[in-house]
């Protein structure tokens, strides 16, 4: 590990700290548009908005006191711009909205255009620049017969080019598919839709398609060719290697991805080994299995149906015989993460761009909801492919798995990939005493009272140092004295010694 669970701060002190590469700020005239301040006071007085909150990525701080008088200078209403977000600064704030009554949020920059439910939110993701003829020319090059099936995906920082690039290519490419923005909730809205919510505008696209044809995944649409699959489809991805590209090349696994960065004018074919990448997830499904203690951690506050998955995860992991907590930490780091030695492994509830966690550092792995549920329910099998959205995983979702039948209760014996020993799966689908009314007896059973133990008291239990001893009643009481004075790496009376 890089980094020290404890240090007299030394390290601290002398370290240099980088510092992020921020645009200047935008000019007074292109305002306006950049930032889509008539949109915006549209969606703010038709919602009769008094509060907002402007929550603004860290490239776009510059500009936030701007857009804010602006904003409030057209509607009246009272702004608010968020600080540090809670998790992560792609998904919606409304906890700290929520801090300073915030009736509705703008959010600006990226973002992972996860769904949120208990405020009005709008998108307005910018505009960062791009040579659109030699985005074309990228494409050409790496598409040179006109008959290709290619989706062409972005990061919605580009989604400003996307009519442009499509009346470029459509006239030579026939079967070229572009995505369309299609942020889940019935609240929110995104550029050149602020008059109606996404559910209203999917209707009126395309309205001979049917949901088949459909395919919508991280708030982007696209209709499939009659006759065609995703498998016979090749993509083009506009924007920057990071979290946004692994998501979509994790999902889309059985796709060959070119790439083309608006900041370097590359292209490149993504020769990244999705099979390595799912063979080191598999790896950390295997340690799931082989665990005992699971810790929940909350990366999400403002997801839809975060609470849902977390009670899904709680009855998953509890049937499959394993013991779960849940830690609600903030951002994530080593030193949070390594005071609970007693967790064999971390699932982490957050949004799919935060879900793919570095966990190389850890003391302990960090597994997403998706593969804990591989390694807990018996009917779902590994088959390369890869959920990132733990809302599909919820009931009469698209990649829901029903749990195990009721009679299938038992021990199934298999041998473990990591550690070669042989590992007990087993699955209770009866009521555990937990669940039971505090009013309902229940025979006691010597067996089961020895049997059924703490799993963290047990950890403690067997350690050699479990705190400082609290001699209750062998202390006498005494008054209160003056202690030292300094630090605990050297007081005052020890001297220089």
Known sequence: MTTAFSSDGAQAIQRTLGTLATAGSTGVEA????????????????????????????????DSAAVAAKLEKNTGAKMYILGDTSYGSCCVDEVAAEHVGAEGIIHYGRACLSPSRRLPVMHVFGRKAVDLERCAESFREHYPDTQSHVIIL?????????????????????NVVMSQISADGTQCYSPRQTDKPHEEAQAETNPNQTDAQFVRKFGRQFALREGCSLEDYRIFYIGQEGVTLTNFMMTFNQCSFYTFDPETSAGRLESVNINKALMKRYYLIERAKDSKVVGILVGTLGVADYLSIIDHLKDLIKKAGKKSYVFVMGKLNVPKLANFLEIDIYVLVACPENSFLDCSEFYRPVVTPF?????????????????TSFRDLLPGACSHVEFPNPGADGDDTDVSLITGALRSSYWNNSESQDNLPSSSLVQRNPTLTVAQTNPAASFLASRSWQGLEQKLGETPVTKAVEGRRGIAIAYEEEGNS
């Open 31 to 62: 305002l306006d548009e950049v930032y889509r301040i008539e949109e915006t006071c549209t969606f703010i007085l038709q919602n009769e908005l008094h509060k907002v909150a402007l929550q603004f990525s860290d490239d776009l701080l510059v």
């Open 154 to 174: 972005y990061d919605v920082v580009y989604f400003f080019i996307m009519g442009s690039l499509q009346h470029i290519l459509e006239s030579e490419y026939a």
């Open 371 to 387: 593969e804990m549920e591989v390694a807990c329910n018996k009917n779902r099998e590994w088959t390369g492919e890869y959920v």
